[in-house]
């Protein structure tokens, strides 16, 4: 099972933090770093969201106090947070990397690790933050977009619980969120898109149809890119019972050229989408990719 010290790169955080999330650097998240469209304050009442450190007092509402003895701030419509969700793939292809039964060091791990880094970041410019597993054996439901640092230590509990295991279903998961959120949100997709279904990429269209912002983070391990083996090697199906043996000397040219090709059309076909798309193996700096995926301080708030 994975942790918190697992999972929480503060390196990381404070590189994306510093390229990635425009505003001054705070220890609680911040209201007020993306730029509206629209001046001044509406009057327009939006919802109500829990209070966090550095709500202005002034909204809080204190009849709700008074039913529930928690605080909650009123929102209006040019005050409402950003809103984002991790989307994390858990199936069995991103169990490589590790020991057979292990997850420190997996795909997964990498995955998750990154997601938090960006969660944090997100959290901290004062964005709300959902999270949805896709496959994997433990995965909570899905965690709804919210607020605050104590959210991230949600988050990463449910990452750190699950277990990657079994098929992804990219395409039933993002019709499913599509149906959940129903409304603007930024999406970050974090995957090896070894699926063939997923390969595509006609979930994400699916998403931006709904007025949603996928982007995709794609990452696979090394041995994946360059199959290093020297000696006769038994693959083995990590979301399935087919395995077989195959001499790496032989096939790593065809293997190699197939890799690439796989990364061009998943490249061409972002592209072709307008979904912002980064590929980063496990074993590189992720840090440039996410930054550039993170910042958010555009005109009209979230683009694609």
Do not use: N
């Amino acid at each position: 099972m994975l942790d918190r010290a697992d999972l929480y790169d503060a390196g990381l955080v404070a590189r994306l933090s510093r390229w990635g999330v425009p505003g001054p650097a705070s220890p609680y998240p911040q209201r007020g770093v993306h730029r509206s469209s629209r001046r001044g304050v509406s009057l327009e009442f939006s919802e109500h969201t829990e209070y966090a450190a550095g709500d202005d007092l002034r909204h809080l509402d204190w009849r709700v106090y008074a039913k529930t003895d928690r605080f909650y701030v009123k929102r209006y419509e040019d005050e409402r947070l950003q809103r984002a969700v991790l989307v994390v793939d858990a199936s069995g292809s991103m169990a490589y990397g590790a020991d057979a039964g292990e997850v420190r060091g997996t795909k997964y791990h990498t995955a998750a690790r990154w997601a938090v880094a960006v969660a944090a970041c997100l959290l901290r410019q004062g964005d709300t933050v959902g999270l949805v597993l896709m496959g994997g054996q433990g995965a909570p439901p899905a965690l709804s977009p919210r607020g605050g640092i104590a959210h991230l230590s949600a988050l990463i509990e449910a990452l750190a619980g699950t277990r990657p295991h079994g098929g992804a279903g990219l395409a039933g998961g993002c019709s499913a969120l599509a149906d959940r959120l129903g409304r603007s949100a930024a999406v970050f997709v974090f995957s090896d898109l070894l699926d063939p279904e997923d390969e595509d990429l006609e979930p994400l269209r699916l998403l931006r149809a709904r007025g949603l912002a996928p982007r995709v983070i794609h990452l696979l391990h090394p041995d994946e890119l360059d199959l290093p083996f020297e000696d006769p090697t038994r693959f083995r199906d990590l979301e399935g019972p087919a395995e077989r043996v195959l001499d790496p000397l032989a096939v790593r040219r065809a293997y190699r050229e197939e890799i690439r090709s796989f990364l061009d059309r998943v490249s061409r076909k972002a592209l072709a989408q307008g979904v912002p798309y980064a590929f980063v193996p496990t074993h590189g700096d992720p840090a440039p990719a996410l930054a550039g995926l993170v910042r958010t301080a555009r005109r009209g708030g979230w683009t694609s």
